[in-house]
């Protein structure tokens, strides 16, 4: 069990800017903070061992903590709302329940909780009810007798009545199957009065006593609206097609669909506000396949899907706070927190990970390195609380052995409101396409040893891109961090101080600002050192009003743990269509000059030397390695090439020009072509069984001066530092590094 976790506001923060880190503990009253620059996070005694490295401040010593509670769900609260009791109403909605048979689903709600008074409707078990209280403690409750089908449209009806103390339901599918009667109807007489309430209107959750918003629907909701009276169904499909009616308020779902906002386009304006972001974007009740784009047909994209799960912002307190020295310089750093008493120390400590840049360029002085790490912070965000290896089914076939779990995973599967990473689906089955850095990141962590990794470190994302940082540090290089995010915001400007942008091991996940910086930096003569695979794959948005939140949707080809809906593969934060940048005509290929081809975690394999290493344009890389094999050991499953890896591909982007340096061989047959490299399933697609999957050691120069190195392997950074670093792995790097750093331009 882990004794205290949490996150920073921001996963990049200049010197003489400040960074809030908010803390939660399970043990004790108090904890310890100090800040560390980040060297090495892998414990694996083959390596150099855990490094890192403490840079006193003012915030060395103890801290006041406590718990703080994390209550995920997302829904609409229309703040402030008339009391709808004080007079008869009706409710009109379209839902579509994704999990129909989970109690106590809160539809819409104007609730007291404390005094038991007003009205809940709420999908209960299936069974579409209306609770309604009299303020005194009496709760009486009027239920349908028939359940709703998962993944079905209804229309639903309730009117309530409270001075003729009457209530009446209806669904009506809008699909009809044989033998399946799910219509039904239900008007009844209260034995009590009503209280109405001056409440906050609440939708897809409810108000609870001690301060949270629960009993969340899992859902689909399209077009409610509340109007005045005790209204019969026929009325809802007229107001659908146009007539005027007696409205209180109607929300269309279709209109503001970037923003937090739920319009309402009835005459009171009583807009609503959206938490923790459910998915916008979402095909409607009346959507025909007609269009795909939610912009060209918004009335057919009314729908709004709400999960129980979502999470946006945790919204914790702040713990402690620290100011950046101006002098810090730019690179990994950590806020290490320790609470409590217990035995083991890797549950009461935790590493609160982030960058510092470099000062900006408003009133900035001195100089800055060459040199710029580009940390994959969306990949970081994409890739939080991943837990898809925990809960799904055939996960130790995919790897190939057993898999072993930490503290974080544990913690994880038995914490789901921590919210879930982009390979996660929701409790209802659907997948999660938003996430953001705004909770705990458990593996965001440099302690974080994950599922992956062979036979060797487990180390993936943010642990394994500690490789770089430890290598960076034995050789002495001086190098800046920016981060995605910065990228996105500041675009080429953030990259032209610099000659060199060194990527992580996974840099996969690209706005599509940060995809045209990073073209235009390198047509400007940028020289790119690629040091991982799998990079520029998948297209995200970042939203336009929110900070630290990216979507993704999961669109007709790639390597997917789930699959977007037909019809929903635009991004409702951008409009842009999701999925593959290859899928748009921007592969891989085209920025780096390689492109992903296979994917497997059992074990790495080596490098075997290519006709192209003997190019005079080479001889700089090979300097001093004459070695046939490269890469025939490492920390990250016993080789420098696995985990996913890229080849060129000149039809696909790769500069003609391009030498093939090495390629990898005797891969195991666990490492297998990626999906969107066939069309018909083609017979061994596995290993040395098939040649096309091979990382490709590359090199080309660019017209503009400058160059493009890609070691198109994730685990090439976890052979850097074997044999004390003294290994044809890391004088590979080394050479590339020192002819990048000339000024000599490429010719």
């Not at 009667?181 to 609440?202: I, K």
């Not at 040091?531 to 336009?544: K, L, P, S, T, V």
């Not at 004459?626 to 982007?653: P, R, V, W, Y």
Request: glycine share 12%; proline share 7%.
């Amino acid at each position: 069990m882990l004794k205290i976790l949490g996150y920073p506001d921001r996963y990049s923060v200049a010197p003489g800017e400040t960074i809030a880190f908010k803390l939660s503990q399970e043990e004790g009253e108090d904890f310890e903070a100090r800040l560390v620059r980040v060297i090495h996070g892998d414990c694996n005694p083959e390596g150099p061992g855990l490094n890192f490295r403490h840079v006193p401040t003012a915030i060395d010593g103890r801290h006041p903590g406590r718990r703080q509670r994390l209550d995920a769900g997302s829904y609409m609260i229309v703040d402030p709302m008339p009391p709808l009791m004080a007079g008869a109403f009706t409710f009109f909605a379209m839902i579509w329940p994704t999990l129909p048979m989970a109690p106590g689903q809160t539809i819409l709600a104007q609730w007291d909780p404390l005094r038991q008074a007003g009205f809940r409707i709420v999908l209960d078990g299936g069974f579409l009810s209306a609770s309604l209280g009299s303020g005194a403690g009496g709760v009486e409750t009027m239920t349908l007798d028939r359940p709703m089908l998962k993944r079905q449209w209804y229309a639903i009806s309730v009117s309530i009545d409270p001075a003729a103390s009457r209530v009446s339901l209806e669904q009506r599918p809008l699909r009809r199957y044989a033998h399946i009667d799910d219509r039904r109807s239900f008007s009844g007489q209260l034995a009590m009065a009503p209280a109405a309430v001056a409440a906050p209107l609440f939708l897809a959750g409810c108000p609870e006593a001690d301060g949270r918003v629960a009993s969340h629907f899992d859902g689909k909701i399209d077009g409610p609206m509340l109007l005045s009276g005790v209204q019969d169904a026929w009325r809802h499909a007229a107001l659908l097609e146009g007539d005027p009616g007696p409205v209180i308020a109607r929300w269309d779902f279709a209109q503001a669909i970037r923003t937090t906002r739920a319009v309402d386009i009835g005459p009171s304006g009583h807009h609503g506000q959206l938490v923790h972001l459910p998915a916008r974007g979402m095909k409607g009740w009346n959507w025909t396949g007609e269009a795909h784009d939610w912009q060209r047909k918004p009335a057919h994209y009314g729908a709004i899907h709400f999960h129980g799960d979502d999470i946006y912002d945790a919204g914790w307190e702040t713990s402690l706070e620290l100011r950046i020295p101006p002098d810090l310089e730019s690179g990994p750093y950590a806020l290490h927190v320790a609470c409590g008493e217990s035995d083991e120390t890797a549950t009461r400590e935790a590493y609160i990970a982030f960058f510092v840049r470099p000062p900006r360029r408003v009133g900035r002085g001195g100089s800055r390195p060459l040199v710029v790490f580009l940390a994959p912070t969306c990949s970081y965000i994409a890739y939080a609380n991943h837990a898809e290896h925990i809960t799904a089914r055939g996960a130790e076939r995919q790897m190939g052995r057993l898999l072993t779990f930490g503290h974080a995973d544990l913690w994880m599967y038995d914490h789901p409101e921590l919210g879930a990473s982009l390979y996660d689906s929701h409790a209802d089955g659907s997948g999660v396409c938003y996430s953001s850095r705004l909770r705990p990141n458990l593996n965001f962590s440099p302690r974080y040893h994950s599922w992956l990794g062979g036979h060797g470190s487990g180390l993936y994302q943010y642990n394994a891109d500690t490789h770089l940082f430890d290598w960076l540090e034995h050789q002495g290089v001086a190098y800046d961090v920016v981060t995605d995010e910065d990228l996105h915001e500041e675009g080429i400007d953030l990259l032209r101080d610099y000659r060199i942008v060194i990527t992580g091991t996974h840099p996969e996940y690209h706005s599509t600002p940060m995809w045209d910086a990073m073209k235009a930096w390198i047509d400007e003569g940028g020289r790119l050192i690629y040091m991982g695979a799998n990079g520029w794959y998948w297209r995200i948005a970042f939203h336009d009003e929110l900070p630290g939140v990216i979507e993704v949707r999961r669109a007709e080809d790639g390597i997917r743990t789930w699959f977007a809906e037909p019809g929903e593969y635009y991004h409702s934060f951008t409009g842009e269509y999701g999925g593959l940048w290859r899928r748009i005509g921007r592969a891989p290929n085209v920025i780096c000059g390689v492109g992903f081809i296979g994917q497997g975690f059992d074990v790495s394999s080596y490098y075997r030397r290519g006709p192209d290493a003997d190019n005079p344009r080479a001889a700089f890389i090979f300097e001093g390695v004459a070695d046939e094999i490269i890469g025939n050991f490492g920390l990250i499953g016993g080789g420098a090439a696995g985990i996913e890896i890229d080849c060129i591909t000149t039809s696909l982007g790769s500069p003609p020009n391009m030498l093939r340096l090495a390629s990898s061989e005797e891969h195991s047959p666990m490492i297998l072509l990626v999906n969107e490299e066939f069309g018909v399933v083609p017979p061994n697609l596995g290993g040395d069984q098939n040649e096309r999957v091979r990382a490709d050691l590359a090199f080309g120069e660019t017209p503009a001066g400058g160059a493009l190195f890609a070691t198109s392997s994730i685990a090439w950074c976890g052979s850097l530092s074997h044999n004390g670093y003294d290994n044809n792995i890391s004088r590979i790097t080394a050479n590339v590094l020192k002819r990048f750093l000339d000024p000599t331009p490429f010719t």
